[in-house]
């Protein structure tokens, strides 16, 4: 179940950034903690974000 959640939230992220939500979130991340992140950062996030997930379902 981990590695599904973890496909998953990459496929999450990468439908989110068809519609240039990347870019939303990399800039809200900046203005709320002044650090900056790449695209492979913002994938990363969706990544464990989807981890998490598949942990808690299981």
């Known amino acids: ?12 992220g990468w439908l989110v950034s068809l519609f240039g939500g990347n870019t939303l979130i990399i800039e809200g991340i900046y203005e709320l903690t ?13 990544a464990l974000l989807g981890l998490i997930s598949g942990a808690i379902k299981k």
């Open 1 to 12: 179940m981990l590695l599904l959640g973890l496909i998953f939230g990459l496929i999450v």
């Open 34 to 46: 002044g650090k900056e992140i790449s695209s492979a950062g913002y994938y990363t996030i969706f």
